[in-house]
């Protein structure tokens, strides 16, 4: 079975700051690992991925990912926190035998203020 | 959008009535999936399909059946809505082995 956790329900971060969203998750085998965000009314867009390779993943909008094997983490980070960041973000895990069906995390709701 | 349509995008209904939602794609992908979003909750996987006529149960497949008689269109039937299945539904398809999934816009049904 997998699973992720995102352990903050809400991240609040002053605008220009560094912004960080936590996931851990538990897979067998190798995992995928997505990051994806929502805005209010919205679907999911994807912001990016670790499959395999370098551990440290660059994504969509100025975000990034660090792939953690050994504390099986995949944190999302942004170097400088925009308003327009301010949204519900969500880690996923999928095995690599498992069809493509995706384990999401409850979500982590980001607040940026100016 | 990655060419994908859900439809109704909103649908108020009452207790006891069948209700089906419909996933459209226009790229011809195999594999297609529909999600329930609710708080607290995240995404959880209701049904999904691997191909024409081949679908599987996913995590609260309770009171869902599925149909996909074409590769382009996934449905989702509420057997006899329930008020627990108020939530947001997302319809989502991925484009191959090691791609991301690409998700429609949800369809927010309200079972009264």
């Known amino acids: 079975a997998q699973s992720v956790a995102q352990p903050e329900d809400q991240v609040n971060v002053a605008e220009g700051n560094p912004l960080t969203v936590k996931c851990t998750y538990s897979?067998?085998?190798?995992?995928?690992l997505f990051w994806y965000v929502q805005y209010p009314n919205r679907g999911l867009q994807f912001l990016l991925k670790y499959i395999t390779g370098d551990n440290l993943v660059k994504g969509s909008y100025g975000f990034e990912a660090e792939f953690n094997k050994s504390q099986t983490s995949f944190h999302l980070k942004k170097p400088s926190a925009l308003v327009s960041d301010s949204a519900l973000y969500f880690c996923?895990?999928?095995?690599?035998?498992?069809?493509?069906?995706?384990?999401f995390g409850a979500g982590t709701q980001v607040v940026v203020t100016p | 959008d990655a060419g994908i349509t859900q439809s109704p995008r909103h649908k108020v209904t009452e207790t006891g009535t069948p209700v089906t939602l419909r996933c459209h794609q226009t790229e011809n992908h195999r594999y297609m999936y529909w999600y329930r979003q609710d708080p607290g909750h995240g995404l959880r996987l209701i049904h999904y399909s691997y191909g024409v006529k081949d679908t599987d149960k996913g995590e609260v497949s309770d009171g869902y059946s599925v149909s996909r008689s074409k590769t382009e269109d996934f449905l989702l039937t509420l057997e006899s809505a329930t008020s627990s299945q108020t939530s947001v539904y997302f319809c989502a398809i991925r484009r191959g082995e090691d791609t991301e999934a690409f998700f429609g816009q949800g369809t927010r049904l309200t079972v009264v």
């Open positions: 897979v067998s085998g190798n995992p995928y």
């Open positions: 996923a895990v999928r095995a690599t035998d498992s069809w493509g069906k995706l384990q």
